[in-house]
């Protein structure tokens, strides 16, 4: 066998042709083997790079067709069902810019239904998790709409009304320029007239099963809590009326100045100084 004077790829002096191809082949195995793996590595970390922005796209896709798809449900007034297919956007994809939006609309949607207590809960966990978002004035709206909604006649409990009154006065505090606050101020003068009305009515039905004190509790009550209220007058009289007959006249009139000096025209005057004439001039 000839030997060829060739020096092999690591220097190790001349070697015979047939064994100078094995060793080439070994080579070239290995480097195909390397290449294969470094290929599967490259893949790998393309893969991971690019699968999330791929799924970040999608899930905008999707929760956009989800809210269009809700929206023509809430168009064609089917109010439950697209106050779910809202609420099920949030749930689904929590961290797109559609969740937000999905929930003042699930909001919107309840409120049409009159599903105040899904209502509730939904503003709450809104304006409790997103306390500096846009919408927080339209969700204290919402929030005391139901509850305005739902106040009930003055010889029930006012619960309901004083939530009214409460979210309402949150709303036109933190947010006194807000497109909601005008007709929330609006809401507010009713419900607290209703709020004194129900007070009144507690008073009097006190008066006569000669429970006075609690009496003067309530009508005391509507003096220092509705100051703009209606009421004012009866309930000045009241407290006139009462402490004089309990034997209180100094309470009597000071009740009865008050009255005298603030509503002069009024009937509850003329009724107040038909209890002692001498006294009450």
């Not at 106050?83 to 969740?99: G, H, L, Q, V």
């Not at 509730?120 to 306390?131: G, H, R, T």
């Amino acid at each position: 066998m000839l030997l060829v004077p060739l020096l092999d790829k690591e220097g190790l002096g001349a070697v015979d042709d047939t064994r100078y191809k094995l060793i080439l082949k070994i080579k070239k195995k290995i480097y195909q083997k390397t290449m294969k793996k470094f290929l599967q590595f490259a893949l790998i970390i393309f893969l991971t790079i690019s699968l999330p922005s791929c799924s970040k796209k999608d899930e905008k896709t999707n929760a956009e067709l989800s809210y269009i798809k809700a929206m023509k449900s809430l168009k064609n007034k089917n109010y439950i069902e697209a106050a779910e297919a809202f609420a099920k956007i949030d749930e689904e994809f929590p961290f797109s810019k559609w969740a937000l939006k999905a929930q003042t609309m699930a909001v919107y949607a309840y409120y049409k239904e009159e599903e105040y207590v899904k209502l509730l809960q939904i503003v709450d966990d809104f304006v409790k998790l997103n306390p500096a978002n846009e919408n927080v004035p339209y969700m204290l709206y919402m929030k005391g709409l139901s509850y305005y909604n739902q106040v009930p006649d003055i010889t029930r409990a006012q619960d309901p009304t004083k939530q009214a009154s409460f979210t309402f006065r949150e709303l036109i505090a933190r947010f006194p320029n807000s497109d909601y606050t005008q007709d929330a101020k609006d809401k507010l003068s009713f419900v607290d007239e209703h709020l004194a009305g129900a007070k009144m009515s507690i008073g009097r039905y006190q008066m006569q099963t000669k429970n006075f004190v609690g009496a003067i509790n309530n009508f005391t009550e509507v003096t220092q809590l509705y100051r703009f209220s209606k009421q004012l007058p009866e309930a000045y009289f009241r407290l006139t009326e009462i402490y004089y007959k309990i034997g209180v006249e100094s309470e009597a009139l000071e009740s009865f100045k008050i009255l005298k000096i603030n509503y002069p025209q009024s009937t509850w005057l003329d009724l107040s100084q038909k209890i002692d004439p001498e006294l009450f001039q």
